[in-house]
């Protein structure tokens, strides 16, 4: 087909909504990029989205985009794939959409093995609505909601992806774009319920309040803190929890829930007509 | 000589005529959560789907399971799903979604009687006002109410029609009376059904999924090669986000209007005796059975009673209503909540009638003996 990312992108709706130095940008274009690289039909790709600053990027999307509640992002795209399994299905959510308010519908979408890619971005709070922490904040964290810091641990995305059953886990940061285009490819080809979460900078809230450095600044932290499993492995407790764990975390080949079901479907049909007859 | 092979008869619950009905309506999703007393609805979707082609899921919670049935919908299918009070709390967010970014859907809710748990198998009628306004800010509601199994399938199939038609989301509120009933039904043939499938888009064309110059625009599915963008935010015609208050009220009274112009179709009643009656007794769902008795009851007896139902509860038939007024001086209102639906008969006749309420709310079916007592005490 010969197009290029900015061929998924809506650019006439640039600048992009995002506040200055937002990593979303990064973000949003490796995902156009991976499109692209996978040479996606964006008449048979959805992007599906829920609500925060990331829930915005399905504006600017010229794919299908369904911009749907705050946290039923993956059960939208459920009912999506389940009646269409033939489009190609990305969920796009923040920690707060994807694991917080959306935590019960993100591990039974993972244990079902649904054939759906979500793009987590995890800021570690809550943007859109002015820095409030979430699920993901790690303990301590200061948030508008936590002056104090918070006296509750936060979720490893990745983590629960894996126990609760997803069959592609993967994690990267905008520093790393080229790791980031790459991993996001994987997922969005690999055949069942695939995770990439990009530890984003969010320089308004988060990292002003709790890391207390610029953007810029941000970046050469993603940079320095960002190692693969072999390095992490050997790191102490206490030098982990600094560090961001990147890189493809698991990958299983396991059937989906759309292989599982058109077969019962079949079993169905069978019975029904030997009934008949 | 031919003989003609009788129609079907068959012994069926509401809650089966009910799946039935959506099956014959073309429906080929079902998501959502047990709970009861809707249970079987999903039951017989988890069964008959597959066999017909169809695809059925079990999600996590009600919340996802309204999520679901809308993204089947905008993937081209015909979706719906079944609840009971508890779960149409939960659902509430989405359906104000369907309505907002006009998703084609039905939505079931077998009432049972509340607050919160209340009694899981006992009936009520306590979930009407729900329907009308559980979900936040101004928004138009489609909801029936039947009263016989046989007018459970038929409202199915019409709530279908109508949410394909209209491209708005449709509520069957039955009851655990109408639900868990059994009564012998003539299943009618599929192919005397009038069935209505929504209009999409010609292959080409400028698609314009919210245009401004109809009351509603064809809906593609996502793959059918339109691109436009789905969302609970106010949208502009292509369903892109605005904040544009000449394009935000201008959509919120298309989505109002839309229904209105077709109330006449939405609209199903019934009277009897109205034309000469001093009091007339407006009900509707499983408390109409026992109506109907009373009214019986005291028309043997001589008395000038009348009968009115309504199958539709929203829009309500406010007009139909006044008219009962210029026979009736009373208007006897029974109702299996502490009087909900009274209220809008009070809206109807504005004081040109006497509006009483009969109610009972102790998850016992209202009685014709006690419909009958007050219809002695008003007349
Ligand atoms: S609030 Fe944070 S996450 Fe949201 S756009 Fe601004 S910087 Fe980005």
Redesign the pocket.
């Given at each position: 087909m010969g197009l290029t990312y900015r061929d998924y992108l809506r650019e006439e709706l640039f600048p992009q909504m995002?506040?200055a130095?937002?990593s979303?940008g990064i973000s949003l274009t490796a995902v156009a990029r991976a499109m692209a690289a996978l040479k996606l039909d964006p008449a048979e790709t959805v992007v599906v989205t829920g609500i925060g600053?990331w829930g915005k990027a399905d504006d600017y999307f010229k794919t299908h985009s369904f911009h749907g509640t705050h946290g039923r992002a993956l059960s939208f795209a459920t009912g999506i794939k389940v009646a269409n399994p033939r489009l190609k299905v990305l969920v796009l959510m923040g920690d707060g959409d994807g694991v917080t308010i959306g935590g019960n519908h993100f591990i039974h979408t993972a244990r079902r093995n649904i054939d759906v890619t979500a793009v987590i971005t995890n800021?570690f709070n809550y943007?859109?609505t002015g820095g409030q922490y979430s699920s993901s904040s790690p303990e301590g964290t200061i948030s508008t909601t936590s002056l104090y810091g918070t006296a509750e641990p936060g979720f490893d995305i990745c983590e629960l992806a894996r126990a609760a059953g997803a069959t592609y886990v993967a994690r990267t940061t905008p520093y790393h774009v080229t790791q980031m285009d790459k991993l996001l490819a994987e997922a969005i080809q690999h055949k069942g319920f695939s995770v990439v979460e990009i530890i984003?900078s969010?320089?308004?809230?988060?990292a002003r309040y709790n890391y207390k450095v610029t953007a810029v600044e941000m970046m050469r932290l993603f940079k320095e803190r960002a190692v693969d499993r072999e390095r992490y492995d050997a790191l102490t407790a206490a030098e982990k929890a600094g560090c961001f764990l990147t890189g493809r975390l698991h990958r299983e080949e396991k059937e989906d829930f759309h292989t599982k079901y058109a077969r019962l479907q079949q079993q169905a049909k069978a019975r029904a007509e030997r009934e008949v007859v | 000589m031919i003989l003609q092979k009788k129609p079907e008869s068959r012994l069926m619950q509401g809650n089966e005529a009910c799946a039935e009905g959506a099956i014959a309506a073309g429906a080929n999703f079902y998501a959502g959560y047990p709970i009861t007393p809707s249970t079987e609805i999903a039951e017989i979707a988890a069964r008959r789907l597959p066999e017909t082609g169809g695809r059925f899921i079990q999600m996590e919670d009600e919340i996802g399971g309204m999520a679901a049935v809308i993204g089947a919908a905008i993937g081209g299918a015909k979706a719906f799903t079944a609840t009971s009070g508890p779960g149409f709390s939960l659902k509430q967010e989405n359906i104000g979604y369907a309505i907002m970014a006009e998703i084609p859907c039905v939505i079931v809710n077998v009432q049972r009687l509340g607050p919160s748990t209340g009694v899981a198998t006992a009936p009520a009628q306590g979930d009407v006002m729900q329907a009308r306004w559980g979900t936040h800010g101004d928004h138009p509601v489609i909801a029936f109410s039947p009263s016989s199994v046989r007018e459970t399938f038929d409202l199915t199939v019409k709530a279908f029609n109508l949410s394909e038609k209209l491209r708005q989301p449709v509520i069957i509120l039955l009851d655990e009376i109408v639900g868990h009933m059994r009564e012998n039904i003539i299943v009618p043939a599929p192919e005397s059904l009038e069935i209505v499938n929504r209009e999409r888009p010609a292959d080409g064309v400028d698609y314009k999924p919210y245009a401004d110059d109809r009351e509603v625009s064809p809906l593609a599915s996502f793959g059918d090669g339109h691109f436009f963008n789905i969302t609970g935010l106010f949208h502009d015609e292509q369903g892109f986000p605005t904040t544009d208050p000449i394009r935000v009220k201008n959509q919120l009274l298309r989505l109002h209007q839309k229904v209105e112009n077709h109330r006449d179709e939405i609209i199903i009643t019934e009277e009897f005796g109205t034309e000469d009656a001093v009091l007339t007794v407006v009900c509707y769902g499983c408390s109409a059975r026992s109506a109907r008795q009373a009214v019986k009851l005291a028309r043997e007896e001589g008395l000038p009673v009348g009968f009115f139902r309504t199958a539709t509860i929203w829009p309500f038939p406010y007009e139909k209503i006044a008219a009962l007024t210029r026979s009736a001086r009373t208007l006897l209102v029974p109702e299996m909540n502490m009087g909900q639906l009274i209220a809008e008969v009070e809206r109807a006749v504005k004081g040109r009638a006497e509006v009483a309420g009969a109610n009972r709310f102790d998850g016992e079916l209202i009685t014709p003996q006690e419909i009958l007592v007050r219809i002695k005490e008003l007349i």
């Open positions: 995002w506040c130095g937002c979303h600053c800021n943007g859109m984003s969010c320089p308004t809230f988060f | -």
